[in-house]
């Protein structure tokens, strides 16, 4: 609204609706309310234990002001592709859940994103849940970002998580929806971080915006993939 892309004649806060609240972690997945807070992802422990990746990409977000009111739901539900949530829900293979009139229904964040502000969601629904797999023990993770000065939104970032015979890579602001490589995930999986690299880099459509333009975004997303990807694989345990 602000930046006038929308005119509204109602506006419903969601803040008070107590089915979108709320962390409760699982054995193997976590469940956050839509309105969850970026601030909240970042102060509960045991989802910084549970799902690390979550937390750093959380801290990354803008600054303490913005993280304090945005929530999990505003960032990933309007399909902006600058935003560093969607891509990270797809690195950690988060599953959305919304909500209509009649009924709810679930859609894997990696087949949500249609095109910049276009989601897989019906104007007659709401984004409820999402549920995110809790990565085995061990998993090595990193969430790396480029950014023009501190509280931007993202140049370009890379998601990372690597562990035994698995790793998976997911990258934003480099298509007009987050990029999530399959083949770059298969080649990690296997060693080949170059590998990973080519197959991420051959799956962008960087455009250019204020933050550059598309050779200095090629550029920059060949940096973030290696650099998340070295990190990741230092974190490898067990
Ligand atoms: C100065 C500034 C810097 C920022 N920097 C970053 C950054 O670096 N990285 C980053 O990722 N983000 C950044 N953001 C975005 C921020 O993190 C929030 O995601 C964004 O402001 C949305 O805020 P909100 O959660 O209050 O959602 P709202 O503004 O309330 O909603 C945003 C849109 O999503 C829709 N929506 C909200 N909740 C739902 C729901 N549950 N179901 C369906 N639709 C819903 C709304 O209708 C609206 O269209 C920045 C924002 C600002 C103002």
Known sequence: MKLRMAVLSHLVNL????????IE???????????????????HAGLGEAVPLLREAALQI?????RYLGTLGGNVANGDPDNDM???????????????????????????????YFTARADDEIL?????????????????KQKRKIGDYASAAAAVLVGKGFASIAMT?????????????????????EGAVSAALA?????????????????????????????ALSRVAG
């Not at 803040?15 to 709320?22: A, K, M, T």
């Not at 999530?180 to 999986?189: K, M, Q």
């Open 62 to 66: 803008a600054d303490s002001q913005v």
């Open 173 to 193: 602001n480099l298509a007009d929806v987050p990029v999530w490589s399959a083949e770059a995930g298969v080649a990690l999986a296997a060693g080949d971080r």
């Open 15 to 22: 803040r008070d609706i107590p089915d979108l609240q709320g």
């Open 128 to 144: 409820t849940r999402l549920m995110v797999p809790i990565p085995a023990a061990g998993t090595g993770y990193a969430y790396e």
């Open 25 to 43: 972690i699982g054995a193997d997945s976590v469940s956050l309310g839509a309105m969850v807070t970026q601030h909240e992802l970042i102060a």
């Open 86 to 116: 969607p891509g990270l829900m797809q690195c950690l293979d988060a599953t959305y859940q919304v909500t209509g009139p009649d009924d709810l229904r679930q859609i894997q964040a990696r087949d949500f994103y249609e095109s910049a």
């Open 203 to 231: 799956a962008i459509d960087p455009q250019e915006d204020m933050r550059g333009p598309v050779e200095f975004k090629r550029h920059v997303a060949g940096v973030v993939p290696r650099r998340a990807i070295d990190r």
